[in-house]
């Protein structure tokens, strides 16, 4: 073993001694502490000999830092589906998600079957100012072809300092064209607006973002201004909203609601554990309120979802929620990284959890294949999307105020 490997091991062992003593803290002077000093020992010994192994053995040589990094991406992630350890750029990547804003070109893409696709530009971003189009394939960025099913890597590319310039080859039909632009920062709009009908309006949240309750409350009020007077009734689309920031589902229930627990949460540390209520002033005035939902509505989404139901201030149509009720908290670490870790568990205003359970709808509406459109800029069909044509039918003109037992 190299003299880095065993000044390395050294390091872990202290480590893992030092947690197994903190562990059993209250256990110091008492028969068990022998036992917990000898598991640590023990632990620690079975780590050497594991990494030792691999260093040795393996078919290709590993770097020690990488060694450790996968050792402790294990450790974190083995906790749950959602504790994560996040290098420097997940890192960079999740407090963009948060905080709606990053540094680019402004499109939105998915992968398909290997392809880099153009979603949709941005309005008013560099990409929508230079002609790049929705359904465009990205095969190049500056000049150097993008790796294939390697999508975050391709996403980072495109992203740079604000002025710099980047030029993007797209794939339309068979011709190959090039877009010189240059980067600016990017605000991710997460909250699309439109009117049903008269004094009927409808709002899609794709995620929780710090800004979204702010979107969110402007989206309302430009559709109220826009009618001349109070909404009748409104649609809020939380459907494949996978969630976001618990703060902001807090705050956008809390624009629906007078008074009232909205959510509380659970956990060891102090930090863990509160209740979050709503304070008065209802944006609709108490107008009838339907959320969609279905199985790719998680978190944040459910949040909101289960506080005005419990409330009885909104119907809930479609399907069963993705049923995560689990808050991580991201925690910061040296050079740029930080873990995100499972700290509590939230409950319902009822005191439900719905974690592995859902929110289950007062009425229930399968999906209908294609709907919603994943783009916040996807069009409504009030026909063929049978759980928005279940939501007009309640709005109008009969009251949405149901209790779950209904």
Do not use: C
């Not at 294990?74 to 749950?80: K, N």
């Not at 994560?84 to 079957?113: K, M, N």
């Not at 995100?340 to 005191?351: C, D, M, V």
Request: proline letters at 3%; charged letters at 25%.
């Amino acid at each position: 073993m190299s003299l880095k490997t065993r000044a390395i091991l050294v390091i872990v062992i202290g480590v893992v001694l030092g947690l197994g003593l903190s562990f059993g803290g209250g256990l110091i002077g008492r028969s068990q502490q022998p036992d917990q000093d000898e598991l640590a020992w023990e632990q620690a010994r079975l780590f050497a000999e594991v990494l030792d192994r691999v260093k040795r053995d393996y078919v290709e040589p590993i770097d020690d830092a990488v060694l450790l990094e996968s050792a402790i991406r294990g450790m974190v992630s083995d906790l749950d589906a959602h504790s994560q350890y996040l290098d420097a750029s997940e890192y960079r990547d999740i407090r963009i998600s948060t905080t709606g804003s990053y540094t680019g070109i402004g499109i939105e893409v998915d992968e398909d079957h290997g392809a880099v696709r153009v979603v949709t530009p941005i309005a008013g971003s560099p990409a929508a100012r230079a002609g790049v189009r929705s359904g465009d394939q990205i095969i190049a960025v500056d000049h150097v072809a993008i790796e294939a099913g390697n999508l975050q890597k391709t996403i980072g590319r495109l992203r740079g300092h604000a002025g710099t310039k980047v030029t993007i080859t797209v794939l339309r039909g068979d011709e190959a064209v090039d877009y010189e632009m240059r980067r600016q920062v990017i605000r991710v709009a997460s909250v699309h607006k439109e009117f049903l009908g008269p004094s009927y309006g409808y709002v899609r949240v794709s995620q929780f973002s710090e800004n979204t309750a702010r979107e969110l409350g402007r989206a309302v009020d430009e559709l109220q201004e826009a009618n001349g007077g109070m909404l009748d009734g409104l649609v809020l689309d939380l459907r494949n909203n996978p969630g976001g920031v618990l703060d902001s589902a807090v705050d956008v229930s809390d624009l629906f609601l007078d008074s009232g627990i909205i959510v509380s949460a659970d956990g060891r540390s102090a930090d863990s554990r509160f209740t979050r209520s709503a304070h008065r002033g209802d944006i609709l005035d108490g107008a009838n309120l339907v959320v969609l939902v279905n199985k790719g509505s998680a978190s944040a989404s459910e949040i909101v979802a289960g506080a005005l139901q419990d409330h009885d201030r909104a119907l809930v149509v479609g399907t069963a929620t993705f049923g995560k009720g689990l808050v991580q908290t991201v925690m910061p670490l040296s050079k740029g990284r930080a873990i995100k870790l499972t700290t509590s568990r939230y409950y319902t205003p009822s005191g439900d959890s719905i974690h592995d359970v859902g929110i289950s709808p007062d009425v229930l509406v399968e999906d209908t294949p294609g709907y919603p459109d994943l783009s916040l800029s996807g069009i409504l069909d009030s026909e063929a999307d049978m759980q928005l044509a279940e939501a007009i039918e309640y709005l109008q003109p009969r009251s949405v105020m149901h209790s779950k037992a209904q």
